[in-house]
C-alpha cells in the first residue's frame, strides 16, 4: 500500500476488516508483527521515544468521534498543541487559533466547551486541531460515521480542501463508500487484513469483482456472510425445545 | 475429589500470578510517572490546577468530618476519663487520637473516595473517549501530561487535608469537651499543648499522610490509566480504586505505626 504525496486515499472495508489498525501502524501506536510502514522514508517500528514523537509532531489524526479534550475550550483544544511544541507568544497562538477555526467555519465557537457542541461540529473542531501545525500526513478515522447529510458533506469538503491547501497527504478510514467516491483520488479495500481491491472511485465504481460489488452497492448477499458462524440452526432449535 | 483440588490450586496460582503481574505492571508505571515527572513539575500550573480539583473541592467533606470525628471524640473521651477522674486530659486525648491516627487514616479513607475515584474514573474515561490515545498521536506524553501532574497534586493535598482534618477536629472535641459539657478550658489547651510532642506526634502524623497521598494517588492514577476502556471498566476500576486505596493505607497505617510509636 503507497499513500502518495498530495493525495488523498481512502482505506475502505467492513468493520473489523484491519483499517483502524492501519492507521495505528501508521502512527506507531501498534508495532507491525510482520511487514514494514515507512513514513517520509523512516521506518516506524523502528523509531522510539523523542524520534516518534518527532515524526508524530509531523502527523495529525482525526478519531472517530474527534476526541477533543472534555475538559478544555474549543480555543484551548486547538491551541493545544501549538502550546506544547512551539514557544510562540500567546497573541500569534491566538491568530493561528482564529485561522484554523475561520478555516472549518467554526470561529464563533471558540469559548464553548466540546460538551456543548454538536457531533457535526465536534468533528470539526477535532478537524482544525489535527491541522494545528500544518502536518505533512493526515489520518482520518472513521470521519463521516453518525453525521447528518449536511454536515457529512461539509467533512468531507473540508477533507479536501485542507489537504490540497497544506500540501499534505490524507488518509482515510471509512466504510461510507458513496462520500467517499467523491473527494479521494485514490482508494485500498481491505478485508481481513489484506487489500482485495485498489483504483480511483470510477475503477471501484465500475469493478466486477464479487467483493468490491457487494461492499459498493451494500448488497446482503455476496462473499460476507450476513451470518456470524454458528451450529446449524436446526440444531439450536431442536436444542432449546428438548431444554424446554 | 484429587482433581477438584488440582482445579482449585491451579485457579490459586493463576490469581496469585495475575495479581503479581499486576503490581510489577503498576510499580513499573509508578517508576514511569516519576521519571516524567518533570513537565508536572516545571510548569507547576497543570499540578496546581490538580490540586484545586483533588485538593480544594475535597475540603468540605474533610472539614466537616473532621469537625464531627472531633466532637464524638470529646463525647466518648469525657465518658471514658471521668470514670477516672482526669477528664482534664480530654484535650490531650483528642489532639493525640487525631494528629497520631485518625487524621491521616480517615482523611486519607475519605480523600480515596472522593477524590482518588474521580482522579480514576477522569483519566478511565479519557481512555475510553481516546482522549489519551489523541495526545500520543500529538506526540503528548500522557503520563507526563495527564497523570504525573494529578499524582503529585494527590500527594501534595493530602497531608494538608489530613492537618485540617485534625485541628477541625480539636476543634470539635473543644466545642463538645470545653463549651458543652464544661471541661476547664485552661486545663484542656495546656495539657494538649504539653503533651502533644513536634517530632513524635505531628511530624509522624504527617510523614503518615505523605505515604497516604502517595498510596491513593498511585493506585487512583494506576486503575484509570489501566482500565478497560468501556463504561463497565472504568465502574470497575472506580471501584477498585476506593477498596484498594481503603485497604492499602490501612494496612500501611499497622506497618508505619510499628515503626513510628514503640512505647519507648
Known sequence: MTIPRGKVVAIMGISGGGKTTTLRLIGGQVRASSGTVLVDGQDVAGLQGKALYDLRRRMGMLFQFGALFTDMSVYDNVAFQMREHTDLPADLIHDLVMMKLHAVGLRGVADLMPSELSGGMARRVALARAVALDPMLIMYDEPFAGLDPISLSIIGELIRALNDALGASSIIVTHDVQESLKIVDYIYIVSGGRIVAEGTADDIRQSTAEYVHQFVWGEADGPVAFHYPASPYRDEIHAVAGHA | ?264
Do not use: C, H
Not at chain 2, 518533570?38 to 485538593?55: D, H, N, P, Q
Not at chain 2, 482522549?131 to 493530602?158: D, K, T, Y
Open chain 2, 1 to 264: 475429589m484429587l482433581e477438584g483440588l488440582a482445579n482449585g490450586l491451579r485457579w490459586l496460582g493463576k490469581r496469585v500470578n495475575d495479581r503479581v503481574w499486576r503490581l510489577g505492571f503498576a510499580s513499573r508505571f509508578l517508576l514511569m510517572t516519576l521519571v516524567y515527572s518533570g513537565t508536572a513539575l516545571r510548569r507547576f500550573f497543570l499540578t496546581i490546577r490538580e490540586i484545586y480539583f483533588t485538593g480544594v473541592l475535597s475540603l468540605i467533606i474533610i472539614l466537616v468530618s473532621g469537625l464531627f470525628v472531633g466532637m464524638v471524640l470529646g463525647l466518648q473521651g469525657y465518658d471514658t476519663l471521668q470514670r477516672y477522674g482526669s477528664s482534664e486530659a480530654l484535650g490531650v486525648l483528642v489532639a493525640l487520637s487525631l494528629v497520631r491516627e485518625l487524621g491521616p487514616v480517615v482523611a486519607a479513607l475519605l480523600f480515596a473516595s472522593r477524590a482518588g475515584s474521580a482522579i480514576t474514573a477522569e483519566i478511565g474515561l479519557m481512555k475510553a473517549t481516546e482522549q489519551l490515545s489523541a495526545m500520543e498521536m500529538m506526540a503528548v506524553n500522557p503520563i507526563a501530561r495527564v497523570v504525573a501532574p494529578r499524582f503529585w497534586a494527590g500527594v501534595i493535598s493530602m497531608p494538608l487535608l489530613a492537618g485540617l482534618f485534625s485541628a477541625m477536629g480539636v476543634l470539635g472535641g473543644y466545642l463538645v469537651g470545653v463549651r458543652l459539657i464544661g471541661v476547664d478550658e485552661g486545663s484542656f489547651w495546656s495539657q494538649m499543648q504539653a503533651s502533644v510532642d513536634f517530632s513524635e506526634d505531628i511530624l509522624n502524623g504527617v510523614i503518615k499522610s505523605f505515604v497516604f497521598g502517595i498510596i491513593v494517588s498511585w493506585i487512583a492514577v494506576f486503575e484509570g490509566y489501566d482500565a478497560e476502556p468501556t463504561a463497565e471498566g472504568v465502574s470497575g476500576a472506580t471501584t477498585r480504586t476506593v477498596v484498594t486505596s481503603s485497604l492499602a493505607i490501612l494496612a500501611a497505617d499497622f506497618i508505619l505505626t510499628a515503626f513510628m510509636f514503640r512505647g519507648t
